[in-house]
């Protein structure tokens, strides 16, 4: 048996002994023909970095609130799908493609329904179901985003585009000429909500918004993916908004405003002119862990191996062991999740043990480091640590 090793990341050698586990210094033995192998591992810390998340334990507090006064709403006269047309009081869309993976509260989403009323929910699959057309309270496991809620209306219909290119796409979903409550109005801005494929950020954008009624109404504007004090929030409007993480929803009074000539704007939401719209925007935590250590391999056989590495995180979900047969990871991709038994503390080991190896095939296998509060772009890499190409023959 030939070995050809070369470390990058863990300052050690390691030599794989044959089907027992590695040894500092010695080379590997073979007791008989059968066994004998040549293997090639090299391990490559890799410095890019993109984030995952995983699909439990997620609450509402791990999103940053933050708002803007300085903000411009996107133009979308033209490359834009059309939901809605026309004048729309409590009518749903169907339901349309986000046109990327969008993590919520961790959970993967690829679809989204919305209504002429201020109201949007994602959806896991076009199966919906359709959001409908008036959604003012928390549903239990209901995903419900609200730049507005309320009976409310459009009166030149909806529409939304995916701007950018991956991994850096953003939906915007625009209801075009909104205003609160439902008497049309003929001088109504736009309102939008934008969700950022890389960052899982979500943005509420303001543009002349005007209560169309004579009459002083309450609103709420929430996020949400369920009914509890951990998986919903909401703001309160004003000069410096506050957003409070709680299962009951601040009710804003908005005051009486005039018809068909929308008047005044609503206080600290309306605004004249670009470069001074509200932003209300959400950003997951995105704190980066710190790579495992000690990586070393045991069981090593022509048809099995075991990583074995060392817990270095105090904030994993876990650890997703990737192997394939191309440094592309798109065949025979085989994939083994090692949760977490130890969040909070370093020090632990974990193992994942692979079989089904067959000799004369090259393997490439890649260990990540899965974050618990992230919640953005699919358990792809949070960070992608350690590269591990083997070839047997």
């Not at 358990?379 to 590269?387: H, N, T």
Request: proline content about 4%; hydrophobic content about 40%.
């Amino acid at each position: 048996m030939n070995v050809n090793y070369n470390s990058l990341s863990t300052g050690r050698d390691t030599l794989l002994k044959n089907g027992i586990g590695d040894t500092v210094g010695s080379p590997p033995i073979s007791s008989s023909k059968a066994m004998r192998k040549s293997w090639l591992v090299m391990f490559v810390l890799l410095l890019s970095m993109t984030f995952g998340q995983l699909a439990s334990a997620q609450s509402i507090v791990n999103y940053a609130f933050s708002s803007s006064t300085t903000g411009s709403l996107d133009d979308l006269s033209s490359g834009a799908t059309t939901m809605l047309t026309g004048a729309n009081d409590d009518v749903a869309t169907a339901v349309f493609p986000i046109g990327f993976d969008f993590w919520f509260m961790g959970v993967k989403y690829t679809h989204f329904s919305a209504n002429s009323n201020g109201q949007f929910r994602f959806h896991a699959s076009a199966a919906g179901p359709a959001i409908g057309s008036n959604v003012s309270t928390l549903g239990a496991n209901a995903v419900t985003l609200a730049p507005m809620s309320g009976d409310n209306e459009v009166n030149n219909g909806m529409r939304f585009r995916v701007d950018g290119t991956a991994p850096n796409r953003k939906l915007i979903i625009e209801w075009n000429q909104f205003y609160v409550n439902f008497v049309n109005l003929t001088n109504a801005g736009n309102m939008q909500a934008w969700l950022s494929e890389t960052t899982g950020k979500i943005d509420f954008v303001y543009g002349e918004i005007f209560n169309s009624s004579t009459s002083s109404q309450t609103r709420s504007i929430f996020i949400s993916s369920s009914n509890t004090a951990t998986t919903a929030g909401s703001i309160t409007i004003g000069a410096v908004p506050v957003w409070t993480p709680s299962a009951t929803l601040t009710v804003n009074t908005i005051a009486a405003g005039a018809n068909p000539v929308g008047a005044p704007l609503v206080a600290n939401l309306g605004s004249a002119a670009q470069g001074s719209r509200v932003v209300y925007s959400w950003t997951p935590n995105s704190v980066a862990p710190t790579d495992p250590t000690t990586l070393t391999f045991t069981a090593v056989t022509v048809s099995t191996t075991t990583p074995n590495w060392v817990d270095n995180s105090t904030d994993e979900a876990g650890f997703l062991v990737t192997r394939a047969l191309d440094a592309g990871f798109t065949t025979g991709v085989v994939t083994t999740f090692v949760p977490s038994t130890t969040v909070g503390t370093t020090g632990t080991a974990y193992t994942s043990a692979q079989t089904g190896l067959t000799a004369g095939n090259t393997y490439f296998y890649r260990v990540q480091l899965l974050l618990r509060l992230l919640e953005v772009p699919e358990l792809q890499v949070l960070k992608q640590l350690l590269l591990v190409l083997l070839t047997i023959g």
